[in-house]
């Protein structure tokens, strides 16, 4: 079993920053990929960028790509979010996910991602 847990979520205004924190815990594993994910009021589920846990390799997604920065700690356990720019079409609940199964794949679909935290809320006013 694994357990992920968000913080650093709040409120920002338009062009300011926030750094979101996404602490895994439980089997030890390797090779996997933890992915970002955000999801508006009234929209689906969307992905925002992933992590190979080993590489170091990174996806993002197009409308966050040059603003948003994935990176993550190996001796923590924990992968971060460094949102900058940010814009008000940024607001919305951002989750953390663990696909385990992921080899060298880096997914962009949530049903490839096995494991979710329990979100944080992001809100930038304009």
């Known amino acids: 079993q694994v357990q992920l847990v968000e913080s650093g979520g709040g409120l920002v205004q338009a062009g300011g920053s926030l750094r979101l924190s996404c602490a895994a815990s439980g089997r030890t594993f390797s090779n996997y990929a933890m992915g970002w994910f955000r999801r508006a009021p009234g929209k689906g589920r969307e992905f925002v960028g992933a992590i190979n846990w080993d590489s170091g390799i990174t996806r993002y997604a197009d409308s966050v790509r040059g603003r948003f920065t994935i990176s993550r700690d190996n001796a923590k356990n924990t992968v971060y979010l460094q949102m900058n720019s940010l814009k008000p079409e940024d607001t919305a609940v951002y989750y953390c996910?663990?696909?385990?199964?992921?080899?060298?794949?880096?997914?962009?679909?949530?049903?490839?991602?096995?494991?979710w935290g329990q979100g944080t809320q992001v809100t930038v006013s304009s």
């Open positions: 996910a663990a696909d385990l199964d992921a080899g060298a794949y880096i997914g962009v679909m949530d049903a490839e991602y096995e494991y």
